[in-house]
């Protein structure tokens, strides 16, 4: 029976896996289990065999759920050359082998929309030339049909989309009820701030969030002055804190180390 990423203690801390070999990739695993994560956020498209074989090596190397992805990107940051019906067909053959869910991006199916707005501007969300935000019908339609087979499977959606621009509380929220209607299990949006008056929109949004969605939501921003959205938005009700846990050059730098992570949220909980 697969864990319910969905149903994890908020905040969850996700060891991040960007490896292009199985074996390091399963060393990674391990250490992550053992300084303290309570799931795995596995980059695919990083590594470099993704048969099923291989998916289920690194599946059965931890008892932790693993949440698969494909961000088209391959260890070095280069384009993975991915066709999205590619990507669809690696993330059921995640599911297949084991993974508790995956994440799936919200320009899914219209891989031009991972660099702007191809829509109508009609939306408070769409405003600003958001990347990742689709709103054509056809195309939720062909999201939709994907998340009900992983669904199918007995696994989780975790639906994604990283807009890239400022966006105040209302834009937010409007956004994440919006991507709610697809149904996901979880839904992760990641704007940018870059300034203060960002960052403290950004805890405000997050309360919000909590209050409004119904679905478990993690929210951060990047930028300039996002860094301490990925600890504190995760405090004030997100669900998943990304970390890493030994950085290195395939690593995302502004994700948190997880071991201090770990420290933190332990603190927390003991002053609450």
């Not at 908020?10 to 303290?36: F, H, L, W």
């Not at 939501?217 to 959205?229: D, N, P, Q």
Request: include cysteine; glycine fraction near 6%.
């Amino acid at each position: 029976m697969k864990k319910r990423l969905s149903n994890l203690p908020s905040p969850v801390m996700a060891g991040v896996i960007r490896e292009k070999y199985t074996k390091n990739a399963i060393a990674q695993i391990k250490n992550c289990m053992y300084d303290g994560a309570g799931m795995i956020d596995l980059h695919m498209s990083c590594l470099e065999k993704t048969d099923i074989d291989t998916l289920k090596t690194i599946m059965k190397s931890t008892k932790l759920p693993v949440l698969a992805l494909n961000y088209n990107r391959t260890y070095d940051w280069s384009d993975a050359g991915y066709s999205e019906e590619e990507r669809a067909e690696e993330f059921i053959r995640a599911v297949e082998a084991g993974a508790a869910g995956i994440d799936m991006q919200s320009y899914t199916f219209h891989s031009k929309s991972r660099e702007g707005f191809y829509g109508e501007d009609k939306y408070s969300f769409t405003r600003g030339n958001p990347k990742e935000i689709v709103t054509d019908d056809s195309i939720i339609g062909k999201q939709r049909e994907l998340i009900d087979k992983v669904h199918a499977l007995g696994a989780e959606v975790l639906l994604s989309c990283h807009p890239r621009i400022p966006m105040c509380c209302e834009q937010v929220v409007d956004l994440a009820l919006y991507l709610e209607k697809n149904q996901p299990d979880i839904i992760k949006i990641v704007t940018s701030a870059e300034s203060e008056e960002d960052l403290a929109e950004s805890f405000k949004t997050m309360m919000v969030l909590k209050k409004e969605v119904e679905t478990p939501v993690s929210f951060h921003t990047t930028g300039a002055a996002g860094a301490l959205s990925r600890i504190i938005n995760p405090l004030l009700g997100g669900h998943i804190i990304f970390c890493v846990d030994r950085y290195d050059a395939g690593s995302t730098m502004e994700q948190l180390d997880l071991r201090t992570v770990k420290t933190v949220i332990d603190n927390i909980k003991k002053m609450m």
